[in-house]
């Protein structure tokens, strides 16, 4: 076996190693959190290893079967594994992300009793997550991607007494599986016409897919359409968008940890790498590139209004990722796969960091997460206020931070794409910028500067979480600040992903982008005179203004504005659309069909009545069962005659 | 060997019988010998048989030669994965603890049950499958009619009357066989050549026999009534083993035997089965009662397994035989487990209704942990055994029709709901009585059986292959033989 495929397996089945000793060895707490640890370490490790070999050296794609899942003249079935830049870049994200996050549990959960459970589930949401972007077909693909799901309905019910906890997961598994619904079509597609379900085989003849059409409903659909569009369904499933999107806020009922590692920096993230993955495919379809385009816009914008009314600190960083997924899913349907990629890894560090920081909030206010209680915090955790600031400023697009390099080339791209919906996406993107100025600040002055809110008996008790906790937050403090200086001429210019993302010609963005480029410092210095940086700017501005010069103003504004107020405290009524009308609706169609027609038609009607029939008729022959010899006798001497009659 | 698998589960159950009056405590343990006996044994055909040699250990005598009929017995890919699910299903409900009220007697009905049930699926003549899969409904009647529930009467009668009505038309049919071909050997009737009507009628003999014990709809109303009445072993046994005779009857017989006339009806069978996923689906999700829901989520699985089958005549034919198949196995393993689950839950409460529950893993955590797995798996999560059978079949309706894939999909948003809504409110939250504060995790017993059911859940989900290449050379043949029948 080669070393590389080795080094991946055991990245990719160590997590898993430690999950099931975690889980299932009956350990106690600190041998839980040491192995897990220890094997997310180690898996970390062998992905920098394999990031080193791969694009560093420029070393050659790993691409090996392990075993055959199912096989026959008729189909194969392979589970193995594609180890190439696209893929070891998001192995070294998850498995950094989730080891950094594993440590910061040990004080995150420290005096939870689930102690064990809640390791062994990360450390198996790490293999899964694993899993999906290793994986060199779609069977791993899909195993992986419900796998992830599965372990995000297991900790968003952490906490399973909370019944708002146990409706949030539940919420979250099913609306993933209306994702999913449409993903296995489109799967089925693939297999469908190509006969493989095999990336390599897949992607080397998707050229066929120009001109295929299928037939439904009397209507020619372009095969790359369907196919496209089917995936691009459970990508918006996963990755949260517009009109999925109802279960990601829901999600911050779950423990914070897991909020950073599933619900911000990785699992939310897969449908971007999905779409990323299969540019071969994509690319052939300008309907769904236009389509998820507008769709990452609307969501990038219309979610990050939605941050600015919440009061909860998690669910304010939710909406903000909602809304820089949103961002990436735009660059997607304009072909800048590689700066969606690109902005993936550098929210998965500053996103990662905002929540971990939010979470040491919490756990300095033993739980309470309204930020209308908060304020003045930054004289007793200094450090978690450095943290959260350099997130946010990275968040905000600042000129030289990570995020700014990865938001800036989305905006950008959007200018060079030729789709009809690159007009509005770049309007609602460029406008986004200020919303996210905005709320990140908002949230900043809200819970650290300001008037203190806090109770004068819990300010007694407020301090610096331990080191488990800050130390985290300041080794995610530096990717989240200078990674794009190394990485933004790499990654979106410099050939950085190789074959693993295919762009035609007629869609390559970045490289017109290209040359407009000048260098990390020169970019940063002209962003000075664009429109986002003022963007946000202003947002800041606004969040200055509003929250710390005249903390009146809000409420204020918020009464003024009546229903638009309330149109965003009920988050444009999604929720209350699926929750009244479709979810009550199918129980109402499913309680008639199952009293009306179950019931009553099939059992009362038909069984039961033929069973009732039966009956009277058996009380007719037994009428003429009569037990008299003669009775018997003369009937037969009738049936004789009539035979007799019938032959004659 | 294969005789050994019809007589000695049922001559030990005999035996267990002359037990009645000793402890408790051996009976049970006679009863996992001669389960345990009983799989050893079919392990070992299992490891004998040689996937490509087809039919195999073949055991052939006259039994009454006047008929032509004869005592012929031989296992074939199809034949060998039912029987070890049979044998495996017996060995977990052996291992459960008897009722008090008459130990022997029950393992007696399972053990001959058992016999009967392999008998089903290794006989190679049409009347002793018939005697076979009539006399099953013996001792499956005594388990439900004395130690079932309040309407026990009723669920059994209906169950009875249900099987067997549909069974009468099937002896008519085989009849009808012997009269064209002069023999009750199922070889002599698939090699028959019979005109399109002939097809057709017999098709439907055959469809009312099958449709009803697998069941489809709208022949399903037996199912959930009698599920709810039977005691656990009585439910895991129904719905591991004697639901996959239908499916069964279809590969033996009505594909085999009347080729053209499926070519003719599939789609009312392939229609029939989306009305399984997506109908039952949906009247699975307002259940109140578990193994209600339970069986509702049955009808809608095995659905695929119809669907699977009967699209014998679009491209992917083998993709949705092995399919419909391997959902068979798994459904056996999965939906074994669920009732098993149910029944942990109804010793300790002695209520199915969700209501009654609530918070039960605050005091029985290493059974919401297994349960949570059945559940996952019941929705089909990859991984699972419960996610294989499903794709083959959601992937090959595809390259049937567009709208056949999108309505079998559904199973994906449905199948969690319903299950995961129940495992919601039955296991989530703060604990809801004192009942369930009272509740006792699983012992060391139940946690066995659970396990093994877990184990093989999860080796499926795993790694079918071992599985499909068991199978595969039977069902090429049998798709071979389907094509060349199909114009009639």
Known sequence: MNPALMACLAAVLLPLLGALIAGLGGVGRSTAHRVTIACTGISTLLSLLLYKRIILEQGASLNEVAYTWLGGEWLTLEIGFLVDPLSVTMMVVVSLVSWLIHIYTIGYMRDDPGYQRFFSYISLFTFAMLMLVTANNFLQLFFGWEAVGLVSYLLIGFWFKRESAIAANLKAFLVNRVGDFGFIIGIAAVLAFFGSLDYDTVFQRSDELRGAVLVILGQDISMATLICGCLFVGAMGKSAQVPLHVWLPDSMEGPTPISALIHAATMVTAGIFMVARMSPLYELSEVVLNLILIIGAVTALSMGILGIVQHDIKRVIAYSTLSQLGYMTAALGASAYAAAMFHLVTHAFFKALLFLGAGSVIIALHHKQDLRNMGGLYRYMPLTWIAMLAGSLSLIGFPGTAGFYSKEAIIEAMHYSRLPGAGFAAFALTLGVFFTGLYTFRLLFLAFHGRERTRVDEREQLRESPRVVTIPLLVLMVPSLVIGLPLVELMLYGGYFRESITVLPQHAVLATMRADFHGVWSYAAHALLTWPFWLAMAGVAVAAYCYLLRPQLPGRIATAAGPWYRLLLCKYGFDAFYLGPLAGGVRRVAHRLWQDVDSTLIDRWMVNGTAHSMYLLSAVVRRLQTGRLYHYAFMMILGLLLLGLLQG | ?488
């Open chain 2, 1 to 488: 060997m294969l005789s050994g698998l019809i007589w000695l589960p049922i001559c030990w159950g005999i035996g267990l019988l002359l037990l009645e009056r000793v402890r408790p405590a051996l009976v049970a343990a006679a009863g996992v010998v001669g389960a345990l006996l009983t799989f050893a044994l079919s392990l070992l055909m299992y490891i004998g048989f040689d996937p490509a040699a087809g039919m195999q250990y073949t055991e052939q005598y006259a039994w009454i030669p006047a008929f032509a009929i004869r005592y012929h017995l031989a296992v074939d890919g199809i034949a060998v994965p039912l029987i070890l699910l049979t044998t495996f299903s017996t060995l977990l409900v052996a291992l459960l603890v008897p009722p008090t009220d008459r130990p022997a007697l029950h393992l007696a009905a399972f053990l001959v049950l058992e016999g009967l049930m392999n008998g089903v699926f290794v006989a190679r003549d049409a009347i002793l499958f018939y005697v076979c899969w009539e006399a099953m409904l013996i001792p499956m009647f005594v388990i439900i009619g004395v130690w079932g529930g309040p309407r026990r009467v009723y669920a059994a009668i209906k169950f009875f009357l249900y099987t067997f009505l549909g069974s009468v038309f099937m002896l008519i049919a085989l009849l009808y066989l012997y009269h064209r071909s002069g023999s009750f050997a199922i070889e002599a009737f698939q090699l028959q050549p019979l005109s399109l009507h002939e097809q057709t009628l017999i098709f439907i003999a055959f469809l009312l026999a099958f449709a009803v014990k697998i069941p489809m709809w709208p022949v399903h109303t037996w199912l959930p009534d009698a599920h709810v009445e039977a005691p656990t072993g009585g439910s895991v046994i129904l719905a591991a083993v004697m639901l996959k005779m239908g499916g069964y009857g279809f590969l033996r017989f009505s594909l085999p035997i009347t080729p053209a006339a499926c070519a003719l009806l599939d789609g009312l069978m392939i229609t029939l089965s989306l009305v399984a996923i997506a109908y039952i689906g949906m009247v699975a999700l307002v259940q109140q009662d578990m193994k209600k829901l339970i069986a509702y989520s049955s009808v809608a699985h095995m659905g695929f397994v119809t669907l699977g089958f009967f699209l014998c005549f679009t491209p992917a034919a083998m993709l949705g035989l092995q399919g419909g198949m391997i959902q068979m196995i798994s459904h056996g393993f999965i939906s074994g487990a669920l009732f098993l689950c149910i029944g942990v839950l109804y010793t300790r409460m002695h209520s199915r209704q969700i209501a009654d529950y609530g918070g039960v893993v605050n005091t029985m955590p290493r059974f919401a942990a297994l349960l949570m797995f059945f559940a996952m798996a019941n929705a089909g999560l990859p991984g699972t055994s419960g996610f294989v059978g499903e794709f083959l079949v959601i992937l090959a309706s595809f390259q049937a029709n567009f709208w056949i894939a999108f309505i079998a999909a559904t199973t994906l948003i449905l199948g969690a709901a319903y299950t995961l809504w129940m495992y919601k409110r039955v296991i989530f939250g703060e604990i809801a009585n004192d009942q369930v504060r009272a509740l006792q995790d699983i012992d060391s017993r139940e946690t066995l059986v659970l396990g093994l059911a877990a184990v093989a859940v999860l080796a499926l989900g795993i790694w079918p292959a071992p599985l499909v290449e068991l199978m595969d050379p039977t069902l090429e043949q049998l798709w071979a033989h389907v094509q060349a029948g199909k114009h009639g």
